[in-house]
């Protein structure tokens, strides 16, 4: 037995023992309260937003079975990714509800209006936000279907080049409905079609007079393994990226920042796959209520791994999976905190109680920026008029910021998803 895989099965043991007694639980959301005011205190330019995503997370199993609310935020954990560099963004509540005012407006003019299998209003909100704040030299998206995510880039970055990689063409799409094709977009789809880990990025870069690859921001909506894309970026020193699907713990189709950060040992992860337990049969309740609720016999295999989904790392739309030890994705989960510098899931616009939104299971999700009391921000906002269904593709959208490699060697010290 190798070095990591006794490491992560006593880890995983001693958490599994921990879970069992709930004051072991609340003591450790206790030390993270505490540990979290410390930060706070020596990292006022970086609270907020962050600390109130932490917040949500830190309610993981304190509360008994029976007194869930069906709205409530984050009862079921929120597994957040953490970082060597403990930093974390600071873009505030005040902020974001400031830019939703603004986007809400730009929203009524997107030229694709039903975009069902695309986003929806909060990640293109989430998108757009990020990109204005972070002001790139150049946008890179990999996903493009009808073009939705280029228009919103577009809005955010009125000058900036964008670089969109995709099998087919936009404007394939406007021949049946909408489609969105963009005048300073360098297109690298159909015949031209290049899967992001094969385009020459230093020539591309060059070709846009682009010298500083940490100025660029990618985002990611191709359902690919995102450890493995996280690999590629790094080897091109981009630094600025966004996930689309960042699917939770047994859904979806690709390994997600969400899935690899849910570890034991953070606040918020892990899962007791034992029927009878308190997951189980708070998530049996919860399954009828939300279409993406899923039960304790679907997050486990009938061997009892629950990491990933039922311990198999999906890749390009579920057409590739890997049965992974749960050592391998303990050691994802080091590497991954290891290499990130920040992590922020963007949160819904608006709780599902003014939303009506059906699908996404609050119970794992952050709070969003509108709760369920704020009904006259939201008529004020606009967002009455925002279609229901629109609300209803939330899948935990991430800013990832990562480090700058110092040694070249650093990342093979890590145990890494073999490729096929
Ligand atoms: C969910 S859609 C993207 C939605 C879009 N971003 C939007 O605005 O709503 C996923 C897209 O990824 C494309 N795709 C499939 N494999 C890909 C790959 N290897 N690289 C980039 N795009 C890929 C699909 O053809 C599809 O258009
Ligand atoms: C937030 O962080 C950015 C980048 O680190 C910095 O430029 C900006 O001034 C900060 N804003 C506030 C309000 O602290
Ligand atoms: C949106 O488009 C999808 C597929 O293109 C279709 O199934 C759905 O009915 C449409 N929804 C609305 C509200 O038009
Ligand atoms: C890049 O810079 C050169 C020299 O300044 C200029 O001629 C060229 O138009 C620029 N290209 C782009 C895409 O900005
Ligand atoms: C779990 O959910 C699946 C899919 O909805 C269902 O087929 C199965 O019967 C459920 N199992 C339990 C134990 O509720």
Request: hydrophobic share 35%; with cysteine.
């Amino acid at each position: 037995m190798e070095r990591g895989k006794e490491a992560s099965y006593s880890q995983s043991c001693r958490h599994r023992l921990a879970s069992r007694f709930p004051s072991a639980k609340v003591s450790t959301s206790v030390m993270v309260v505490v540990l979290l005011s410390l930060l706070t205190f020596k990292w006022t330019e970086f609270m907020s937003v962050a600390s109130y995503a932490y917040n949500s997370a830190t309610f993981n199993s304190v509360k008994q079975v029976g007194d869930e609310d069906e709205f409530a935020f984050g009862i079921l954990g929120v597994p957040w990714c953490r970082t060597r560099t403990k930093n974390m963004v600071n873009w505030t509540r005040a902020e974001l509800l400031q830019e939703l005012f603004v986007f809400v407006e730009i929203y009524k003019t997107r030229p694709i209006v039903n975009n069902s299998n695309g986003m929806g209003f909060d990640h293109s909100f989430g998108l757009w936000f990020i990109a204005r704040k972070l002001q790139p030299v150049l946008a890179i998206e990999s996903g493009v279907f009808k073009g939705h995510s280029t228009w919103v880039l577009r809005q955010a970055l009125p000058n900036v080049p964008i670089v969109a990689i995709s099998p087919k063409h936009p404007g394939h799409y406007a021949r049946k409905g909408s489609a969105y094709v963009d005048p300073n977009c360098q297109y690298f789809t159909g015949r031209k079609f290049t899967d992001f880990e094969d385009i020459h990025w230093s020539s591309v870069l060059t070709e846009h007079n682009v010298t500083d690859a940490s100025a660029v921001l990618i985002f990611f909506d191709d359902h690919q393994n995102q450890l493995r894309r996280i690999e590629a970026v790094r080897k091109f020193g981009f630094q600025h990226l966004v996930f689309e699907d960042n699917y939770d713990t047994g859904t979806g189709d690709h390994y997600s920042m969400r899935q690899i950060c849910d570890q034991y040992h953070v606040p918020g992860g892990g899962h007791d796959c034992s029927d009878g337990e308190h997951e189980a049969l708070v998530r049996m309740r919860r399954q009828g209520r939300w279409e993406k609720a899923i039960n304790i016999s679907e997050l486990c295999g009938d061997d009892g791994d629950w990491w990933g989904v039922q311990g198999y790392a999906r890749d390009n739309f579920g057409h590739k999976h890997r049965k992974i030890p749960h050592s391998q994705h303990f050691e994802n989960g080091r590497y991954v905190e290891e290499i990130l510098d920040a992590y922020w899931e963007v949160p819904p616009a608006a709780s599902p109680l003014l939303t009506d939104q059906t699908r996404y299971d609050p119970a794992r999700t952050v709070s969003p920026i509108l709760l369920s009391g704020d009904q006259a921000l939201f008529q004020e906002l606009g967002l009455e008029d925002v279609p229901r269904n629109a609300f209803n593709a939330y899948t935990q959208m991430a800013y990832v910021k990562l480090l700058i490699p110092t040694d070249p060697e650093e990342d093979l010290l890590y145990q890494q998803v073999p490729s096929d």
